[in-house]
C-alpha cells in the first residue's frame, strides 16, 4: 500500500520563507500582484480568494481586476497595458478561462515579460526551452520542487505526461526532461495510452477527467502526480487518478487538495516575490 504525497507541507515552508525576507525589508512598498479576471467562473472565483488569502499572510497584496468582464479583448489588452507601465505592480496574472472569443497567446503575450509571473508569454516560453532564465509555469514548477523536495531520482527515469496543455503538460515535460528524464507525452490521440503509463516510473496526470487514471494504468512503486481538479456527481471534488485504488500499487500518490494546488499558490507568490526583489532592487 502506497503513501499520500503532500505538497501543502512544502508549500507553508516556501510561504515562510517568502514572510520571512518580507518582514526583513524596511522602507519599502508592499509587493503586488494584479489579476485580470475577464470570464466569471465559479472555480476561478475560489482559487483567487484563497490566493487573496494567503498573499496577505505573507505580505504580497493581491488585487482582482475584474471589472472588465464584460470587455472586449481590445480592453483587456489596453488595461494590461496600463499595468505593465505602473510601477507598483511586480505581477500580472491572468485569470483562466477566458472568454471563448478571446486568444490566450494575445492575452498572455500582452503581459510584460519581467510581470509575467505564470511564465505564459512567448518570451518566458522561449526561455523555458532553451534553459534561460525567466519565469516558469507556476504548476509545473511545483511539480518539479515537490520531486526534489523528496529526493526523488529522475536522471534516466521514464516519465510519462497525460495532457499536452501549455500551462502544464507541455512545461512540466521539459522541466523533467532538463533533470534527464526520458519524458513522454500522452493526450487524447495517443494509442494503447494505458500500456505507456504503465512503464512510468514517474506519471503526471493533467487530463481534466475525473478518475481516469486506475490502478490498471499503474508500475509497481510508481510516483503519481494529480494535476486534476473535477466534480463528481455528487459534487465532491476528484482527481484525474482514482488515489485510493492507485495507492494498491503506487508508492505515492498526491492528493487533490493539500497536493500539487497548494504549491501552484506558493510558486506564484515565489515568482511575484522574484519580480518585486529585482524591482526594488532597482530602485523602484
Known sequence: MGE????????????EDI??????????????????YALEDEGSTSYLMGLKKAGAAVGIEVNVCSEFSEETEKGVIDRINELNMDDEVDGIMIALPLPTNYKVQNIANAVDDSKDVDGLCEKNVGRLYTKQEGFRPCTPLGILHLIKANNIELEGKEVVIVGRSNSVGKPVAQLL????????????????IKEICQRADVLVVAIGKGHFVTSEWIKK????????????????????????????????????????????????????????????????
Not at 177 to 192: G, R
Open 4 to 15: 499520500i504525497l503532500y505538497g501543502n507541507e512544502l508549500a507553508n515552508r516556501i510561504k
Open 19 to 36: 514572510k520571512y525576507k518580507l518582514d526583513s525589508v524596511t522602507g519599502k512598498r508592499e509587493p503586488r500582484l494584479a489579476i485580470i
Open 177 to 192: 526532461l532538463d533533470e534527464n528524464a526520458t519524458v513522454t507525452i500522452c493526450h487524447s490521440k495517443t494509442k494503447n
Open 221 to 284: 512503486d510508481a510516483i503519481v502526480i494529480d494535476v486534476g481538479v473535477n466534480s463528481n456527481e455528487e459534487g465532491k471534488l476528484i482527481g484525474d487518478v482514482d488515489t485510493e485504488d492507485v495507492l494498491k500499487v503506487a508508492k505515492w500518490v498526491t492528493p487533490v487538495t493539500k497536493g500539487v494546488g497548494a504549491l501552484t499558490t506558493a510558486m506564484l507568490l515565489k515568482n511575484v516575490y522574484t519580480s518585486y526583489e529585482r524591482r526594488i532592487g532597482n530602485g523602484l
